[in-house]
């Protein structure tokens, strides 16, 4: 695969994170930047070792049968990852759980850290679904370690600025990024 599809892929499931982090700075009088910088390294780190750990899955997944059942199978998986993915984001953009909005003094490290460990189950699967395309997992890494620390920045300040309201747009985004990935792949990869 090349760039741009690592960076539909990894924007994709970022844009859940840029919503969760909309919402915890709509809550903040003042955004800390000691404290942003620590959620923004753990949630990166969480990130990076869920997309290693799926990566890792999937090639364990892989050593069993042919190399063409592998590589087909492998390729309808990351497909329908990604369309699940896709599926769970429209899902939270509809269901729009609203925030109530109070202010809190500082910035949750630990509700940081309890959404990190959600998020980085999706990653985890779409971990696998690189694995299965064979993907370079160091450009892959590299690739969510700045987009993430784009979207944590960028989620914190716009629901600072301008409260939650963005966050049901940044799912239908998501999902929409996560098909067409998908719809790339079953193009690209199993037609031809």
Do not use: P
Request: proline fraction near 0%.
């Amino acid at each position: 695969m090349n760039w741009m599809e690592n960076v539909l892929i990894v924007t994709g499931i970022s844009l859940d994170i840029f919503a969760a982090m909309e919402c915890q700075g709509s809550l903040v009088a003042k955004i800390d930047k000691k404290a942003l910088t620590v959620i923004c390294g753990l949630i990166v780190a969480w990130q990076m070792a869920a997309l290693t750990i799926g990566n890792y899955l999937s090639n364990l997944l892989c050593r069993y049968g042919t190399k063409h059942d592998e590589t087909v199978i492998g390729l309808v998986l990351a497909s329908v990852i990604f369309f699940c993915l896709g599926v769970r984001l429209i899902i939270k953009a509809v269901r729009n759980e609203h925030v109530h909005e109070h202010l809190e003094e500082k910035l949750g490290i630990c509700r940081s850290v309890r959404m990190a460990a959600v998020t980085s189950l999706y990653t985890l699967l779409t971990g696998i679904a690189i694995g299965f395309l064979g993907n370079d997992l160091i450009t892959m890494l590299i690739t969510v370690l700045c987009l993430t620390v784009a979207v944590v920045i960028a989620g914190m300040y716009t629901g600072y600025r301008l409260g939650s309201i963005h966050k049901a747009k940044a799912y239908i985004g998501g999902a929409l990024l996560l098909w067409i990935a998908g719809i790339d792949v079953i193009v690209r990869h199993i037609m031809y």
